[in-house]
């Protein structure tokens, strides 16, 4: 973001006295100026100069100051042009504002207006680059994390393009602890692993690790290892999950399932950052950076003595919520399209184009399983389709509430995928009295598909 420290403006105006006034008010340590009397000297500062802001005056020989911003917002767009217009010019100036132009004042103008629109301005240029940013990080981190895993995390709404940010600045950080929350569903381990692989520990190990499965006998010898013959059945030395990941990434999937006991020798361990392997004196240090996560609220645990307050906070230094997918449902297009580009190559399907019904039909839903469920649709949909196109027929909706804003798929379901088709064509026929191209219409397959299949199925 640019700071008032290092704010680059250009004056471009004919008049000598304009460029020295203007100059002379903003002489100022907070900045840097450039003066061109002409189009052409202006464009050859652009050229070789970073800058932030440019003074246009309307009337200019050469070109008209209209043409230098259309000129500027074409090949520099990055600059944000304030127009300086006479009162008689108010329709250069309209069409200025029109062409991008971000400001103007008028001549003969009062220092303080030039002061108050480059004030605008400049915040409109440090939002600008915000934003930029974000979208930098976000192609970045999209490229380097496919690279990596060989698929990406998709979405356009503002939760996910800020969720890229905090993930781009938290895999910069060596050993910060992060703890993801959120429903069953939202993608936290894709996050945890994101964190990992744009980190300088992605060489190393990323490790999982499903608190809610480990016995309380086996915390100790799963975590620190154990030496052979520690216990009955200790036939070999063993490595712990710690030890493991030394150098990489340690990720505690559903950590507020971890009984409290437990959780007692756990905090032990990050605190000391050191283990003792079951049977062995021997104290190990190791580098390990904890990444965390829950579909619970940590905080309402520890207030019904379910999670240890000390605990959550040596996990917690950095925490990410992800939204639920009811949360942003402006991601829910890209998502089916990503899935189904996905499962076109898994399956050497060619599926290329939705049916609009479908998209509206999945806004409604309310996703209880977050983006699992809908990966889950899209692929027992993209193995029933048969065609190039997409249909709401293939992804089996049934009980659509008429006066809410879900449906929902039945919880017992026929999974014979033939039985389900030839169900689906008798109840179509028989709704369009056996009017072929009436039931291939609600069906969203055409009538010589329609036609093959019953005589697949001998209807």
């Given at each position: 973001?640019?700071?008032?420290?290092?704010?680059?403006?250009?004056?471009?105006?004919?008049?000598?006295?304009?460029?020295?006034?203007?100059?002379?008010?903003?002489?100022?340590?907070?900045?840097?100026?450039?003066?061109?009397?002409?189009?052409?000297?202006?464009?050859?500062?652009?050229?070789?100069?970073?800058?932030?802001?440019?003074?246009?005056?309307?009337?200019?020989?050469?070109?008209?100051?209209?043409?230098?911003?259309?000129?500027?917002?074409?090949?520099?767009?990055?600059?944000?042009?304030?127009?300086?217009?006479?009162?008689?010019?108010?329709?250069?100036?309209?069409?200025?504002?029109?062409?991008?132009?971000?400001?103007?004042?008028?001549?003969?103008?009062?220092?303080?207006?030039?002061?108050?629109?480059?004030?605008?301005?400049?915040?409109?240029?440090?939002?600008?680059?915000?934003?930029?940013?974000?979208?930098?990080?976000?192609?970045?981190?999209?490229?380097?994390?496919?690279?990596?895993?060989?698929?990406?995390?998709?979405?356009?709404?503002?939760?996910?393009?800020?969720?890229?940010?905090?993930?781009?600045?938290?895999?910069?950080?060596?050993?910060?602890?992060?703890?993801?929350?959120?429903?069953?569903?939202?993608?936290?381990?894709?996050?945890?692993?994101?964190?990992?692989?744009?980190?300088?520990?992605?060489?190393?190990?990323?490790?999982?690790?499903?608190?809610?499965?480990?016995?309380?006998?086996?915390?100790?010898?799963?975590?620190?290892?154990?030496?052979?013959?520690a216990f009955t059945g200790a036939s070999d030395t063993k490595t712990g999950w710690f030890e493991a990941a030394n150098k990489g990434t340690l990720f505690l999937d559903e950590i507020g399932d971890m009984q409290l006991n437990l959780q007692t020798k756990f905090l032990r361990v990050l605190e000391e950052r050191k283990i003792r392997k079951v049977g062995s004196n021997i104290e190990i240090p190791f580098d390990t950076r904890i990444i965390a996560a829950t579909n619970q609220n940590l905080e309402e645990l520890n207030t019904e003595k379910g999670f240890r307050l000390d605990l959550y906070h040596r996990i917690s230094s950095f925490v990410i919520h992800l939204e639920p997918l009811r949360n942003r449902k402006e991601d829910i297009p890209l998502l089916l399209d990503y899935f189904v580009k996905y499962f076109n190559r898994v399956m050497g399907k060619t599926i290329n184009e939705i049916d609009e019904a479908v998209i509206r039909k999945l806004l409604d839903y309310e996703f209880p399983g977050n983006v699992r469920e809908l990966k889950n649709m899209v692929e027992r949909a993209v193995i029933i389709c048969e065609s190039n196109k997409l249909c709401l027929s293939n992804f089996q909706l049934t009980n659509t509430k008429e006066s809410g804003t879900a449906y929902h798929f039945p919880e017992e379901e026929i999974l014979d995928l033939e039985l389900v088709e030839k169900n689906c064509i008798l109840k179509a026929l028989e709704k369009a009295n056996n009017n072929k191209s009436k039931a291939a219409d609600m069906l969203n397959i055409t009538w010589q598909s329609l036609d093959r299949r019953i005589k697949k199925y001998k209807i």
């Open positions: 973001m640019i700071s008032v420290c290092n704010l680059r403006i250009l004056i471009l105006d004919d008049e000598q006295l304009v460029r020295d006034e203007l100059s002379e008010f903003l002489v100022d340590p907070n900045f840097k100026i450039f003066k061109a009397g002409t189009p052409s000297e202006a464009f050859q500062i652009m050229d070789h100069n970073e800058v932030h802001i440019a003074i246009v005056d309307v009337n200019l020989p050469e070109m008209s100051g209209l043409d230098v911003l259309d000129r500027i917002k074409k090949e520099y767009s990055e600059i944000e042009v304030i127009m300086i217009s006479g009162y008689s010019e108010m329709d250069s100036v309209i069409h200025s504002m029109r062409l991008g132009a971000s400001d103007f004042f008028t001549k003969p103008f009062r220092l303080s207006d030039v002061e108050n629109a480059i004030e605008r301005t400049k915040k409109f240029v440090n939002l600008k680059k915000s934003l930029q940013e974000v979208k930098r990080n976000y192609s970045i981190i999209s490229k380097e994390f496919y690279k990596a895993m060989g698929y990406e995390i998709v979405g356009e709404s503002r939760h996910m393009k800020n969720l890229i940010n905090l993930i781009g600045k938290v895999a910069k950080t060596e050993n910060t602890s992060v703890l993801i929350t959120g429903e069953s569903g939202t993608g936290k381990e894709l996050v945890a692993r994101a964190i990992h692989y744009l980190s300088n520990r992605k060489e190393n190990c990323f490790y999982a690790v499903n608190c809610s499965a480990i016995p309380e006998t086996l915390f100790e010898s799963e975590f620190f290892g154990h030496t052979k013959g």
